[in-house]
């Protein structure tokens, strides 16, 4: 098993920044790609940015490229999420997940609690 542990969000103004941290522990050799996912409410879950743990390849949503980056520190178990030039539109639970698959068509094994992230107009 992996546990995932968020952390970072809060409330910010449009223009603003936050990063979000997550920390993995567990059978974290097992992980073979993370990724930040988020929900609004009264909508589905998208994939914001996703990031392979051993070559450290990155896919984003369209909506925030250029204004998120995705990265990951191996020695720490630990993927961030630095977002930029946040839009009130970003507004929702964010979720780490991780993925033990090398097929990046695969679901996401485990996941994290979530945090909030509230951007004001």
């Known amino acids: 098993q992996v546990q995932l542990v968020e952390s970072g969000g809060g409330l910010v103004q449009a223009g603003g920044s936050l990063r979000l941290s997550c920390a993995a522990s567990?059978?974290?050799?097992?992980?073979?790609?993370m990724g930040w996912f988020r929900q609004a409410p009264g909508k589905e879950q998208e994939s914001v940015a996703t990031i392979s743990w051993s070559g450290g390849s990155t896919n984003y949503a369209d909506s925030v490229k250029g204004r998120f980056t995705i990265s990951r520190d191996n020695a720490k178990n630990t993927v961030y999420l630095q977002m930029n030039s946040l839009k009130p539109e970003d507004t929702a639970v964010y979720y780490c997940?991780?993925?033990?698959?090398?097929?990046?068509?695969?679901?996401?094994?485990?996941w994290g609690q979530g945090t909030q992230v509230t951007v004001s107009s």
């Open positions: 997940a991780a993925r033990r698959s090398f097929n990046v068509g695969s679901s996401y094994d485990y």
């Open positions: 567990g059978r974290t050799f097992s992980i073979n790609a």
